[in-house]
């Protein structure tokens, strides 16, 4: 299994080191729109000075999109002497309609005696359903053959009648039932405050030591669980079944401010990468990461919000 703590916690830490001047990724498909099951290619392309190096490739970031399959990947190919041209092709397919995301693939680069993370930008992709084919031909419209009426027929309406009549002898139960003298009073439902709900699982969340356990994924998966519930209670958006992009395209619409995206980008992505990837985090990461999100619940939250 691919081990990305290094990625990871340089996420965390908001340290990796850009120097887009020497080291540039780019990332291009023949097009962005595909029909379902059709092949494209993802080309990589890294330029680099010569005493870089390429450590590491993570094309498991492709894992995180649902419905797509890498089908083949090619071999490193090297040309140019300073700076020096290295490409990658990737063939996939996607078998869903609906709008994805090419992620961002990280490359760990060795220069100057640093190793830093770089990323590749992401692409846009749209899927279609398959195209009727316009050259078939309509056939004739048939004139409707009457079959004889049979008890299948009649069983449906006898049905009904019968529904109606006890429906009317309920009503009549009812009518004549004894009233009771008191009646019972209507207790207002108690809407409890999103931030509440969320601290209250981070606490029974912590208490279950998932992590400590080496259940890494089942960790993520209620950390993430949790964040997306809070953002759905809080910002009354579709979180829970949403990707990261999609509940980050929503925020926009809400009173949501833009100072906790990088932050919430951070922490979904993580996870994703955990449960999808099957990359490891680091003791440091788990415990950072639901302080992290503690906090985010406890700045976000609605200061005027009662029980």
């Known amino acids: 299994m691919v ?48 005493n870089a190096q390429v450590q590491s490739f993570y094309a498991s970031a492709l894992d995180t999109i649902q419905d797509l399959e890498v089908i083949d990947e090619s071999l490193w190919d090297t040309s140019g002497t300073d700076p020096i041209t290295i490409e990658k092709n990737i063939t996939f397919s996607i078998f869903d309609s609906g709008y994805y995301f090419i992620p961002r693939i990280p490359h760990a680069m060795f220069l100057n005696g640093d190793t830093s993370i770089y990323f590749s930008n992401d692409i846009p992709i749209s899927v279609s359903t398959v195209a009727a084919n316009d050259s078939t031909t309509l ?57 509440l709900i969320a601290l209250e699982k981070l606490n029974a969340l912590k208490e279950k030591e998932l992590w ?22 809080r910002y009354h958006i579709s979180a829970l079944e949403s990707t990261t992009y999609e509940i980050l395209e929503e925020l926009k619409n809400v009173d949501f401010d833009a100072r906790f995206k990088n932050n919430l980008t951070k922490m979904l992505s993580i996870s994703d990468l955990v449960k999808f990837a099957k990359a490891e985090s680091s003791e440091e990461i788990n415990k950072r990461i639901i302080v992290e999100v503690e906090e985010f619940i406890s700045t976000t939250k609605i200061e005027d919000e009662t029980i």
């Not at 990625?7 to 595909?34: E, K, N």
């Not at 400590?212 to 519930?229: N, P």
């Open 139 to 195: 056939a004739p419209i048939r004139t409707i053959k009457e079959e004889p009426l049979t008890l299948e027929d009649v069983l449906p309406y006898l049905g009904g009648l019968l529904a109606i009549g006890g429906l009317f002898g309920l009503m009549y139960w009812i009518s004549k039932r004894p009233k009771k003298e008191d009646i019972a009073e209507i207790v207002p439902e108690e809407i409890i405050p999103a931030h």
């Open 3 to 50: 081990r990305l703590i290094t990625y990871i916690t340089l996420m965390v830490l908001f340290l990796p080191s850009w120097t887009t001047a020497q080291i540039s990724i780019r990332a291009t498909v023949d097009t962005t729109g595909m029909l379902i099951g059709d092949q494209l290619q993802l080309k990589l392309q890294i330029q680099h000075p010569k």
């Open 212 to 233: 400590q356990k080496g259940e890494q994924k089942e960790y993520h998966s209620e950390l993430t669980y949790i964040v997306r519930e809070y953002l759905e209670n």
